[in-house]
């Protein structure tokens, strides 16, 4: 019997299961299909985690960005990546790499950077520039005629291609069309449309552009996953919100504990919040911090830092600055001091305490603020808002939890973007909220290799 998450009852009719992104390791034994991929522009894995959900393997993967590359190792440790800039990457190497011929390849996919065609940036005034993308500075307008180059050198028998919807609105249709020209002009038969992830299984409303190709030989036309008849609510992803405004934050008894980190160094990128760390044990119930590997098979190192129950912090003010750096203890049973900041305009931990927590507690479910750009308050009964790639800086606003006045954590994100719960994120809190930002959701992209597979390869 298939899992819970592919089951099909009656007739093609599909009942609603509860909300659930298979484990990694249950992923992995899902058994060959027999088809390969050859993925670019791989970021975390996204799309190459729903490809082999859908039974596909993943041979060959390209990505760019170092803090990216670390994430998909840990993930996919038998994918070969080459970490080129892709205007270097030759067709004829990949095909020498995974034991393939010009034509052999079932599947390319990829999802050139999308922000220069954004709705959400400044789009033309960058075009043909470099500018800041992730942890470098590169020109990004132009790699989906990276990706075109590879389709004409590789002729896949299909190809998948991901962007943003903004690639077919205004001012950036024309790149749009310019773009569509030169892959029918690879010998494929090219339809796009634009699928909007919350009804393909994953709770966000996150509209994407997407390209598939069909080589003119195969005598097949491009086919598209058709939508579900139900979509996930944020409460469904998140099972333990509580009704009301304010609540206990974990209400499932038998979910498991937040991770207990005995990491002794505060991350530099979090010091927006008005504390350095200097050594501590930390419960860390909000994914703020980077990991410390594997420590729970070793009993908890004692608390006893600048004295017996005593907690170190050096207050900084504003983002990181050394604005008023003073050295405190404070006792750990004692309520913790109050923690200050200098810009009003900060998504601070003590967030109630400035402007942007007071503009949250006006905004009703559903709602997004007026005044502060991307500041949205979710509606639990409903799909998660779009979540954005640079959201997880700390002074940027973003899509809050629902009920409390923080961001979201990071176990939070993988629900909500459809990442599997042991999916391994590397790097800060901003870079894991950067990956899960970027990336296509893999139950989205699971439900497009199917359709592939059942209706164009098969």
Not at 175 to 195: D, H, N, P, S
Request: hydrophobic residues 35%; contains cysteine; charged residues 25%.
């Amino acid at each position: 019997m298939p899992p819970l998450w592919l089951r099909v009852v009656g007739e093609g009719v599909m009942t609603k299961p509860p909300y659930r992104v298979p484990l990694m390791t249950e992923i992995a034994a899902l058994p060959d299909n027999g088809l390969r991929v050859v993925s670019t522009f791989s970021g975390c894995g996204g799309s190459c985690l729903g490809f082999r959900m859908a039974g596909f393997r993943v041979l060959w993967a390209n990505e760019f960005i170092p803090a990216a590359q670390e994430t998909y190792r840990a993930n996919h440790p038998t994918t070969h990546l080459d970490t080129q800039d892709i205007r270097k990457v030759q067709p004829e190497a990949i095909l020498r790499t995974i034991g393939l011929k010009a034509g052999e390849l079932d599947c390319l996919e990829g999802s050139p950077p999308c922000a220069s065609f954004s709705t959400a940036g400044k789009r033309e005034k960058h075009w043909g520039k470099a500018k800041r993308y992730s942890d470098t500075v590169q020109r990004t307008d132009d790699l989906f005629f990276e990706y075109v180059r590879l389709v004409r050198g590789l002729q896949p028998k299909v190809f998948v291609a991901e962007n943003v919807s903004g690639l077919v609105k205004g001012v950036a249709k024309g790149v749009f069309l310019e773009v569509l020209k030169a892959l029918k002009g690879c010998g494929y038969r090219v339809r796009c449309k634009v699928l909007d992830a919350q009804w393909l299984g994953v709770p966000q409303a996150r509209q994407r552009t997407i390209f598939i190709g069909v080589r003119d030989d195969l005598g097949r036309e491009p086919v598209f996953p058709k939508p579900l008849p139900y979509r996930y609510s944020l409460r469904e992803a998140l099972p333990w919100i509580v009704r009301g405004k304010y609540g206990p934050k974990w209400k499932q008894a038998d979910a498991p504990s937040p991770t207990v980190s005995a990491q002794g160094c505060y991350n530099p990128e979090t010091s927006h919040q008005g504390l350095e760390l200097v050594e501590a044990v930390i419960h860390d119930t909000r994914g703020k911090f980077p990991s410390a590997g594997d420590v729970t098979d070793r009993p908890c190192p004692s608390i006893t830092v600048e004295g017996q129950g005593q907690f170190k912090v050096r207050l900084r003010g504003g983002s990181g600055s050394a604005f008023d750096q003073k050295k405190r203890a404070f006792d750990l049973d004692q309520p913790c001091p109050t923690i200050l900041g200098t810009k009003p305009n900060q998504f601070e931990l003590g967030m109630e305490r400035f402007a942007v927590g007071k503009e949250w507690d006006k905004l009703k479910p559903g709602e997004a603020s007026e005044k502060y750009f991307n500041l949205v308050r979710p509606d639990p009964e409903a799909p998660c808002p779009t979540i954005c790639a640079s959201h997880g800086h700390p002074g940027v606003a973003s899509v809050t939890h629902p009920t409390e006045k923080r961001k979201l954590s990071i176990a939070e994100l993988k629900r909500i973007c459809a990442f599997p719960d042991d999916f391994i994120l590397t790097g800060t809190y901003s870079q894991q909220w950067e990956r899960l930002g970027r990336a296509v959701p893999p139950v989205m992209m699971a439900a497009v290799a199917r359709t592939i597979r059942d209706e164009i390869l098969r």
